[in-house]
């Protein structure tokens, strides 16, 4: 009788640490697709590789596309569906960009893991996961390996062929070499569209009792935010969710009557996921584009000054400026061309490492010339 009651509290004392770990873990590996059901907005590649499943028999994969559409969710759920918990970790091993890819890792770690013969599944493995007699190697962000590690790479998945499978992950196809882009089934992620991506988040959302305005269209501002990354969207209204709980614990005292009043909060509203996400308010916007119309050089600098001084970020003042000018009917063809072309020589100045507040001045003072 003992043993029975010390066994249910062991049971329920894991349940609470496996819930103190979820409530800890962030949402964007809490809610990350567990099964390929689960993958949003990639019927394709699901489809090709549900089929895959049934056979067992996987080729060599390039996944590539956009951040945050799914590519290495996709490869891990599909990995936890052929080898199940338990074999997971003996038959994959997955490197990211973050750990060292030259050429010595190729021939030394990857080459040892490939060449390795796979061991026996149990028979409890067997009838749950299909367990096919191969092991995967997974490659996340491959277009950051060196030409040299890749045409080592191409050697080894030959050789190896016969008990290893390598899944390679890029954001961009071109910077994989031709030879090892042969040798691997593509599989094209694009860019969730908003209903699938709307879905995921409404169900984020549920899960974690979120309040949302009831008058503004949040998530759907999340997701105009974010571009079609999943990732980003999650990461977004996690950090929207945290921030509007903090406000609850706010109290404003006032010095001269000693009176308090609580702060309300706990509700996310469109302006507090444009504060978490770094976007300008579209009247600062709108209130620069019309100076830089005037051609007041004053004022450009004197609202220049006031972005930099309220650390707003270059980046996204050169990318709001875009869309507001681009989508301005009152400007011509010439003109817009003008400006998209003044636009990207910043934008690549930005990204070179230029100085922001000399580059916003420089942009706004060549539009000027041209409006």
């Known amino acids: 009788m003992t043993s029975i009651l010390l066994g249910n509290k062991g049971g329920k004392h894991l349940d609470q640490y ?29 489809k090709v590789l549900q089929k895959t499943i049934e056979s067992a028999n996987l080729p060599h994969m390039l996944f590539y596309g956009p951040p945050g559409t799914g590519k290495t969710s996709t490869i891990l759920a599909l990995s936890k569906q052929l080898y199940g918990p338990n074999l997971y970790k003996t038959r994959v091993l997955e490197l990211n960009a973050s750990d060292e890819r030259g050429i010595s890792i190729v021939r030394e770690k990857i080459k040892n893991f490939a060449r390795l013969t796979v061991s026996n599944p149990t028979a409890d493995d067997l009838e749950k996961y299909p367990c096919p007699p191969y092991k995967i190697i997974i490659l996340d962000e491959a277009d950051s390996m060196t030409n040299d590690a890749q045409s080592a790479l191409r050697r080894t998945m030959e050789t190896y062929s016969g008990v290893t499978r390598f899944c390679l992950i890029c954001n961009y196809i071109t910077r994989i070499i031709d030879p090892l882009a042969s040798r691997c089934s593509k599989f094209r992620f694009k860019s969730l569209n908003n209903d699938n991506a709307l879905n995921r988040l409404k169900y984020v959302a549920d899960q974690e009792h979120i309040q949302l305005n009831k008058d503004e269209d949040v998530l759907q501002e999340v997701l105009k935010i974010s571009n079609g990354d999943l990732r980003k969207a999650i990461t977004i209204l996690q950090s929207a969710t945290k921030l509007s709980n903090s406000l609850l614990e706010i109290v404003d005292v006032d010095m001269d009557s000693g009176e308090s009043e609580s702060v309300k909060g706990g509700e996310i509203t469109i302006g507090s996921i444009q504060e978490i996400a770094g976007v300008i308010p579209e009247e600062i916007i709108s209130k620069l584009s019309e100076i830089i119309k005037s051609k007041n050089t004053k004022l450009i600098i004197s609202q220049i000054n006031e972005l930099i001084l309220n650390g707003r970020s270059g980046q996204q003042v050169i990318d709001q400026l875009h869309d507001q000018f681009i989508l301005d009917d009152t400007l011509n063809a010439h003109e817009k061309n003008q400006i998209s072309k003044i636009l990207f020589e910043i934008d690549k100045r930005l990204n070179n490492g230029t100085d922001e507040h000399i580059q916003l001045l420089n942009v706004c003072l060549q539009i000027s010339k041209v409006v």
Do not use: G, I, N
């Open 18 to 46: 496996e819930q103190e770990r979820l409530d800890h873990t962030p949402w964007v590996e809490k809610y990350r697709p567990r099964k390929l059901d689960e993958v949003a907005s990639q019927d394709h590649a699901v």
